[in-house]
């Protein structure tokens, strides 16, 4: 997993403030997911993502979050107005098909909203 | 929707014993994912299971894809230090888009 990039790998943020997370992903691999990880719990689908679309976003907050993959450059995660429970862990994981289910995890950016 | 309990939720054991863990599901899939993330980093794949029955080793890990494809197990055997970690049992979401159902994790404590 050392391939799928992501900074920062902490981020420290005040409440109303903004938190953008960066994802690289490896390689030749089109296919982007971000996954939010709350303290003591598993990983949850936030949203999927090819170049330049967005596929399914269904596990978005319908506010303050949204994500984009542009055609240059990595895939950002931007959280607007943070507040105390954005707290946590948010890795992206990127595959080169959207079938393949080896996609490889970055080791995550954690983001602590004061 | 998709659910999967895994249990148990913790687990502290002497280094050189074996640990089983197991995941249910309230739906019937095709893929059991079993995944391993240490303190800091993000989830590894160990192991992949793709139909009922299918019993599949990797090193000192066999997981087993349940015959009712409604559960699967992961045994560590001889545990060492460094099996420390949570483990975590995934699905392929029904929608097909690739993204992926985890567990709640098991949590290993190995003493040595």
């Known amino acids: 997993n050392a391939g799928v990039m992501q900074n920062p790998r902490h981020l420290v943020r005040r409440r109303g403030q903004e938190a953008r997370l960066r994802c690289s992903p490896m390689?030749?691999?089109?296919?982007v997911y971000w996954y939010r990880q709350l303290p003591e719990e598993g990983l949850k689908f936030m949203v999927y993502?090819?170049?330049?679309?967005?596929?399914?976003e269904s596990g978005m907050p319908k506010e303050r979050f949204s994500a984009e993959f542009p055609k240059e450059g990595p895939s950002i995660l931007r959280i607007q107005q943070v507040v105390r429970g954005d707290s946590a862990a948010y890795f992206c994981a990127s595959s080169p098909q959207r079938q393949n289910t080896e996609a490889f995890f970055g080791q995550g950016t954690r983001l602590t909203v004061v | 929707g998709q659910q999967l309990n895994q249990s148990p939720q913790s687990m502290f054991i002497q280094e050189g014993e074996d640990v089983s863990m197991n995941c249910t599901s309230s739906?019937?899939?095709?893929?059991w994912l079993w995944y391993k993330q240490e303190p800091g980093e993000g989830p590894v794949l160990l192991i992949a299971l793709y139909k009922a029955g299918e019993l599949t080793s990797n090193g000192r890990l066999t997981a087993q894809f349940g015959i009712t494809r409604k559960d699967s197990f992961l045994n560590i055997s001889a545990s060492i230090p460094s099996d420390v970690g949570i483990y975590f049992c995934?699905?392929?979401?029904?929608?097909?888009?690739?993204?992926?159902?985890f567990g709640q994790g098991t949590t290993l404590q190995v003493k040595p």
């Open positions: 390689k030749g691999h089109s296919h």
């Open positions: 739906s019937i899939f095709n893929t």
């Open positions: 995934a699905q392929r979401d029904s929608s097909n888009t690739g993204k992926l159902i």
């Open positions: 993502l090819q170049k330049e679309n967005i596929i399914d």
